[in-house]
């Protein structure tokens, strides 16, 4: 229960009244945001927006950014360097103030190792007991940009050895049925086809095979 005690104006003797009132549902939810909280694989943060100072921190932020939760509390992202741009603090800040929630705004972040990590970050505000905060969950998206632009590295060095493959080549895939081809340069030069004309096109649309029956 949550209770308070308040004394009554009056003659002699003194008189208070005693007021409680149940909070068990209340107090349920809270445990049950506190658990998701602390058990989120992502960053969260619980911050008072007025002067950035942390008053909360979950595991995942310890074991992403390096410091343990006591070195946090009663800090500033700034006063730690979680910043690499600070002035991405500046840009939230004014964002916050027109809207109170941002969903996935990028930014980056510094370890305490020094390591720059990149992060798409999702905040709201609320208010309690008079001050203003921010509930921030960041996500650390460094891995899967790096497989992006492996990916990227990788699709780019194909194209270049199939463009400039000595041997004449093609290719296609089932997706479109086997009916869109890219041709390479080898390719075009060997069958004399322009390529404006063939690119995008099967065999069949190009009239490439003599006996169509063959290529089933």
């Not at 939760?69 to 730690?80: C, F, K, M, S, Y």
């Not at 780019?156 to 080549?169: D, V």
């Amino acid at each position: 229960v949550n209770a308070s005690l308040r004394a009554l104006d009056g003659a002699t003797p003194d008189h208070a009244i005693w007021i409680t009132r149940d909070i068990t549902q209340e107090y349920a939810i809270y445990e049950q945001f506190i658990a998701a909280f602390r058990l989120t694989p992502d960053f969260m943060s619980i911050s008072r927006l007025r002067d950035g100072q942390y008053v909360e921190v979950n595991e995942a932020f310890e074991r992403i950014m390096g410091y343990r939760r006591d070195e946090v509390i009663g800090r500033t992202a700034l006063q730690l360097g979680v910043w690499h741009d600070p002035s991405q603090r500046q840009v939230l800040s004014d964002l916050l103030r027109t809207s109170n929630a941002l969903r996935e705004f990028p930014i980056e972040i510094v370890t305490r190792a020094g390591v720059v990590r990149q992060a798409l970050v999702n905040c709201s505000v609320f208010e309690a007991r008079g001050e203003r905060y921010m509930i921030a969950l960041l996500r650390d998206i460094t891995e899967a940009l790096r497989a992006e632009k492996a990916l990227r590295d990788s699709e780019t060095r194909f194209a270049s050895m199939f463009e400039l493959a000595p041997l004449p080549m093609s290719y296609t895939n089932a997706e479109t049925g086997f009916s869109n081809t890219r041709w390479n340069q080898a390719w075009l030069k060997t069958f004399g086809y322009p390529d404006p004309r063939c690119q995008g096109k099967s065999g069949n649309d190009l009239g490439l095979w003599a006996n169509p029956q063959d290529r089933t």
